[in-house]
């Protein structure tokens, strides 16, 4: 333990630190312990002492104090400078380097034990320090942990870690010595390759860890906008007469400026007799159960509305949006099957779908979270995901695999606080999103909590079951008029007839070609209309896109053709496999 001190000290202290720590060890005579005895006693440790006693002071920490000092007190010669250390042995040498500082006059403040033969400081002697600091008689104060809390320490225009320290507390506790009153600035000294970062790490990790769990106590108890009403003072007095309420007012206003924060509202009490009618009821506040962050219809101002002749039809929502212009209507989300990955089983999104209608099948996904069918991939990321993602580099490859792995994938960030996490600036995350929506072509949608995700997911998983039963509603009509031959060879006959006449009715000049001779223009532009649709509607079949749809129509040029085809006829196209080919059977006939 002694001599991972020793290392400590020589790496993050520097010389002269470390020279009068081992300066006592072994001089305690036979009320020191055997071992430090021992320890003082080792050759190489007697080496050390002798190499130490030698030489000057290597470390860089100390001479950067002394750089910051001298600035400090050049730019601005009345101010109050604080150098926190741990070790008292750093503290005196601290405060001899910069006793030869220009207008520089150090102050030693420790505690008030005494070991290892250092003398500690009475609690007279303290106050006297920090007297002599306020006053300015003293404008550097060197103290170790004694002078972080606890004692009234005067505000600081620069405070020095010459260490960082593993604890979070400590650590606010040092910092909060500057900026009060007027603007301050905090140096950390981190020594590198040392255990100096890994306290720094420490620390700040712990803060965030503290920051979050504060929020989540905010959150539970309503926000952070509790107010004092004047009745809950009733039962506080102040020694001189005067009500608690009135103080409270008055000391608001006036400390406003130095809080930086606006006057709290006023107090108003009525001491004038007022008729007995009922209280309203309590009413409760909407920004008080709002989690913090997110944005109230009242945050908005009122528009003036002006008198219009046009009467507005009424708003919609998405779903009858989508259902009034579709000709497709979707279908209860009753039998829609979504499937998400086990990492989400229990988490709020498998509820909200459940309780959205549909059937929720927790799987394995190799990739994404969400599944609604094989053409539709969903992957979902919080918005603290979404930053963490891109600081580990992990983001596009992820988008990659994410559109590699099915036609339609997409992207839902959940949340309302993208843009306001410290860790990364708003312009590399407006970087990421132009990256992931027009080079890779992969769809980001925004939403504020799981419930709108989960109402969304249900949209889509309705929308995409509405096609496939389109789709296959389609093939049975053709399997029908495939089986009534008679019927389908009129209606094709009489097609033909109308086209003929067409033709023959229209008197077309020389020089306009006709490119069929039972076809006009406009019979040809039907055609190439109809034969798109019919690659579109091959095209909402899973796994089949526009080049694979046109193979097959240039063997079957109609889906009546195609619905008679075996799977083994059309598993000879350039590019299908036999399992597609069989799904493409099973849905034009409409079996499973």
Same mark, same amino acid.
């Given at each position: ?8 000290s020589i790496l993050c ?36 002492? %002798? ?37 008292? %042995?750093?503290? %005196? ?417 020389k020089s306009i070609p006709v490119l069929d ?76």
């Open positions: 333990m002694r001599l991972n001190h020793l290392i400590s202290q520097g010389v002269a630190a470390t020279r009068e720590t081992l300066s006592r060890i072994g001089q305690g005579g036979q009320d020191e312990k055997k071992s430090a005895r021992e320890f003082a006693a080792d050759p190489r440790i007697v080496q050390l002492k %002798d190499t130490l006693a030698e030489m000057n002071e290597i470390h860089s920490k100390v001479t950067m104090v002394r750089r910051m000092v001298r600035r400090q007190l050049k730019e601005s010669p009345d101010s109050r400078i604080i150098v926190f250390a741990n070790f008292r %042995d750093t503290v %005196d040498e601290i405060s001899r380097v910069l006793s030869d500082v220009e207008n520089a006059v150090p102050q030693r403040f420790v505690g008030q034990a005494s070991r290892d033969g250092s003398s500690g400081m009475s609690q007279k002697m303290q106050l006297e320090s920090l007297d002599t600091f306020r006053s300015g008689e003293a404008n550097v104060l060197v103290a170790t942990s004694v002078g972080e809390e606890g004692l009234d320490v005067p505000n600081a225009d620069l405070v020095i870690f010459y260490e960082p320290v593993g604890s979070e507390i400590r650590t606010i506790q040092r910092r909060g010595r500057t900026g009060r009153q007027r603007a301050g600035t905090v140096h950390v000294l981190i020594a590198k390759d040392t255990r100096d970062e890994g306290a720094r790490a420490s620390a700040k990790h712990r803060e965030q860890r503290m920051f979050r769990s504060i929020q989540q106590v905010r959150r539970k108890r309503g926000g952070n906008c509790m107010r004092y009403e004047g009745e809950n003072l009733d039962s506080f007095g102040l020694s001189d007469g005067q009500d608690a309420a009135s103080f409270l007012k008055a000391e608001s206003e006036r400390l406003a400026p130095e809080l930086n924060d606006s006057v709290a509202p006023a107090i108003v009490r009525d001491t004038e007799p007022t008729p007995q009618v009922q209280a309203p009821a309590p009413e409760t506040l909407a920004r008080k159960m709002r989690p913090t962050g997110q944005i109230g219809l009242d945050s908005y101002p009122a528009q003036t509305q002006s008198s219009r002749l046009i009467v507005e039809p009424p708003l919609m929502s998405i779903e009858n949006l989508s259902i009034n212009f579709d000709e497709i209507q979707y279908p209860e989300s009753d039998g829609v099957i979504v499937s998400i990955d086990h990492r989400e089983g229990k988490s709020a999104l498998a509820a909200r779908l459940r309780q959205e209608g549909l059937t929720v099948e927790v799987i394995n996904l190799p990739v994404g979270d969400i599944r609604i069918s094989d053409r539709i991939l969903i992957e979902r990321k919080t918005s603290r995901d979404f930053v963490d993602s891109l600081l580990d580099g992990r983001l596009l490859d992820q988008a990659t695999r994410l559109v590699g792995a099915a036609p339609r994938a997409m992207l839902i960030l959940e949340g309302s606080d993208l843009f306001q996490h410290r860790a990364v600036s708003g312009q590399a995350i407006m970087g990421a999103l132009a990256t992931l929506t027009l080079d890779y072509g992969l769809p980001v949608v925004t939403s504020s909590d799981t419930a709108e995700t989960a109402r969304f997911v249900a949209v889509s998983a309705r929308r995409e079951a509405s096609m496939l039963e389109h789709l296959s509603a389609q093939a049975q009509a053709r399997m029908r008029a495939s089986e009534h031959p008679d019927l389908f060879n009129d209606a094709e006959e009489k097609k033909a007839t109308e086209a003929a006449n067409a033709i023959s009715e229209n008197q077309f000049e001779a039972t076809q006009d223009a406009q019979v040809e532009s039907k055609r190439k209309q109809s034969h798109g649709i019919t690659r579109s509607m091959l095209e909402q079949v899973p796994g089949v896109g526009p080049a694979l749809a046109s193979r097959i129509l240039e063997r079957w040029p109609t889906i009546a053709e195609l619905s008679k085809a075996r799977d083994d006829e059309i598993v000879e196209i350039k590019g299908l496999s036999v399992q597609l080919a069989q799904q493409i059977v099973r849905i034009l006939h409409g079996t499973d």
